[in-house]
Each structure stands twice: as C-alpha cells, then as structure tokens.
C-alpha cells in the first residue's frame, strides 16, 4: 500500500520536483557537476549537487555528460522511462532574471499531449520550482503537498514552471498540467521546425511566471531537466546544453 501511495504522488506531481532523491546515483549523474554542463552559472544553496530524483515504479531515464558539436552536453535517452535531474537554488524573486538555455532534439513523441494525463510526455523540459503561499492551495493541492511531504519528506512547490517543446500547440501559449493546475508549461518550441539543429533560448523567468500563473513569483528553489516517455512508451533523445540565470540589474528593479 505504501507503494502505491508513493507512486501515487509521485504521478499526481509529475514535474513539482518533490521525489526522493537517489542515494545511490548514477555514476554518470554523480560526475555531471565536475563536467562543463554541470559548471554552469546556477546559484547554489549549500553547494548541493545535482541529484538524480527516480519515479517509483517507473524505468529511469538515461543522463550522461558528453561534448557534442563542440558544445558541453547533457544527453538524456528516455525508453518508455520517467526520471529527472534537479539542482537546488535559492533565488529570491527580486532577483529572478534572464534565464538561458539550449538543447537539441532529433525527433518529437508522436502521439503525445502534454495537456492529457495519459499521453503527458515530453522530448525536452526544463522544470522550475517557486516558493509561495499554501495556504491559498485548493484543498485538492494542499492535500497532494501533505501526502508528498509525509511521503517524501518534501512539500509540493507552490508553483511549477516547465518550458516544453510541443507537438502541435502555438509558441508561447501555456498549457495547464492534467493533474494540478500549480504545474503549468510555456511552449517555447513547437512542431518539427527546428528538429535535429541546436535551439538557444533567454527568457524573463518572472515575466514568464506572471503570464503563466497571473501573480507574481516566489523565490526560485529548484531547477531540473526530464525527458519522458513513459506514457506513450516510445523511445526519444534529446541534448541539454549548461543553464546560465542571469540575476536582474539593480536598474531593471
């Protein structure tokens, strides 16, 4: 029963950053930090690494530090597997600025739809954790934040932030997760233009937040990238390149 329970929040908080993490991770997870893609600029909390966060009941997705087309890499392979790499911060929202990012995707999840519970995958996402008030959660969200705190020793984020890559759904517009409405999802890419060729990004990660979620962001706690496929079953790559948060100038406050 424990199982299911686990698994249960787990599902329900796809992408809240709110697993246990591995202790006994993967070699190449443990080495990401020492490599260039490890190195990149993202305010540290304790120093603490990147952690490997498995899904129960779920296969793990594949994460190895490479160089490839001269750039320092992070080449995830999903099969019909669902897990995620994390980094802790603590950025407080005065400070949240510009975020860069990059990665590379040879080919999109035919059949997924990241706005349907059973069909919820994604080649690439970049997953972002704020801080806020609980006590304005719906009762149905604040008992998925106790059940995940007893269950993990983590409550569900306030919020949860993803840029995805869509099949099918117009750049920009933002797509509210199936199962809570405290994940939602900005399409920064869509369809197959693009595919195979490295794809750089900066994004206002406040602006983004306001948008998203019509209020202004709490303090930034979590950042984590996850390529599933384990609702369709299908098997996809993708490549992640170094995340660099940019901090907003004391002029821009």
Known sequence: MRFVLVALVA??????????????VPAAVAAIA??????????????KPWQHLA?????????????????????????????????????????????AFSWKVPALIAGADMA????DDAPVRLVLA?????????????MLSELARALTGE??????LMYVWCNTRAQNSV???PRTDRIRKIVVESGSGGLGQWR???????????????????????????????????????????LDLRPRTQAAR
């Open 34 to 47: 020492q490599t260039p893609w490890g190195k990149a600029s993202l305010p540290q909390l304790d120093g």
């Open 155 to 160: 409550e569900m984020p306030y919020a949860t």
């Open 55 to 99: 899904l129960p009941g779920k296969r793990e997705t594949q994460f190895d530090p490479v160089r490839t087309d001269g750039r320092a890499a992070l080449a995830v392979t999903a099969d019909a597997s669902a897990s995620m790499v994390r980094k802790l911060v603590h950025v407080p929202a005065d400070d949240l600025g510009q975020l």
């Open 200 to 242: 750089d990004y900066e994004r206002d990660v406040r602006a983004d937040f306001v948008r998203a979620f019509g209020e202004e962001p709490g303090a930034l706690l979590a950042v984590g990238i996850m390529t599933d496929s384990d609702n369709t079953g299908s098997r996809v790559q993708a490549w992640y390149g170094p």
């Open 116 to 119: 349907a519970r059973d069909a």
């Open 175 to 177: 797509i509210l997760n």
């Open 11 to 24: 599902i329900q908080l796809l992408g809240c950053a709110s697993w246990r993490a591995e202790t006994d």
């Open 130 to 142: 704020f801080e806020g008030d609980r006590s304005r959660f719906s009762a149905k969200n604040a």
